[in-house]
């Protein structure tokens, strides 16, 4: 269902009025977790200004220690909720869980799965089942093909509102997080009609390199971009080195506008 084969022309989702796919370029920005009211808000206000599309922020956060902050689960849906209402940015958020899809489903407009349930196929058949666009962020070690595959796990259920997203992958390189395989992009657009998006955060690490990762994403042909901004990335509990300041994230846009596609 996923192929090329199965459908000639793009697939174009439409989030609320927001297109993702076909000629659109779209940008998803917005904090790593949902921490309080006032960084998701004025996150939202800030992102709103500078022309973003969608707002995403974890509730649900997959943390590599079981010690790390874990999210502030449906009180931190409330909250994107509250700042989606008043931008109108709709949101983008992750279901970890089989178990908390159905809060999940009360206030996303986009089911996020993460890098690290990515081959979890419950949970892909699960949100296949629903009627929300589903985003899948590609696994850390996860193949193109298998990647193609939990799209297919996806679809086969019903739900075609399915977009793709390139994340980075383990390599030896230790100089960034992860290794943005750009190549992916070129790759996916030949074998999908899937929109495909990059997030340069959690491939960069470091927000220094966000602009150039944004950059090439464009130039390679990626349908969007996934940013993580922070209204004071310094006190961020979660990716505080690789969230953009509102600033940072607005001088990006300035300049991507630049060199075509986001407008
Ligand atoms: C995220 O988007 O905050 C996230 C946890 O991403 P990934 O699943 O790609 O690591
Ligand atoms: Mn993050």
């Excluded at 700042?83 to 992750?94: C, Q, Y």
């Excluded at 890098?115 to 589903?134: E, H, M, W, Y």
């Amino acid at each position: 269902l996923a192929s090329r084969e199965s459908r000639n022309d793009d697939t174009i989702i439409d989030v609320k009025g927001v297109k993702v796919g076909g000629d659109t370029f779209t940008l998803i920005a917005g904090p790593c977790s949902v921490e309080n009211r006032e960084q998701v808000l004025t996150t939202a206000r800030g992102i709103k200004k500078c022309s973003a599309h969608m707002l995403r922020g974890g509730a649900f956060k997959p943390r590599t220690s079981p010690y790390s902050f874990q999210g502030l689960g449906e009180e931190g849906l409330k909250l994107l909720k509250e700042a989606s209402e008043e931008t109108g940015l709709p949101v983008v958020t992750e279901v970890m869980n089989p178990k908390d899809l159905d809060v999940v489903l009360k206030y996303a407009d986009v089911l996020q799965i993460g890098a690290r349930n990515i081959q979890n196929f419950s949970l892909l058949k699960l949100v296949g089942q629903t009627d929300k666009p589903v985003l899948l962020k590609r696994g850390m070690a996860t193949t193109i093909q298998e990647f193609l595959m939990s799209a297919e796990y996806v679809m086969s259920e019903g739900n075609a509102d399915v977009m793709l997203c390139e994340r980075g992958i383990r390599t030896f390189e230790t100089a960034t997080r992860n290794t943005l395989d750009i190549s992916a992009v070129p790759v996916l657009k030949k074998e999908t009609h899937l929109p495909v998006l990059i997030d340069p955060s959690h491939a960069a690490g470091k927000r220094d390199y966000v602009p150039a990762l944004s950059r090439a994403a464009i130039a390679a042909g990626a349908d969007g971009l996934l940013i993580e901004v922070h209204y004071n990335p310094q006190i961020a509990v979660s990716d505080a080195a690789q969230q953009l300041t509102i600033e940072e994230f607005c001088q990006l846009v300035d300049e991507l506008r630049k060199i075509g596609e986001v407008v």
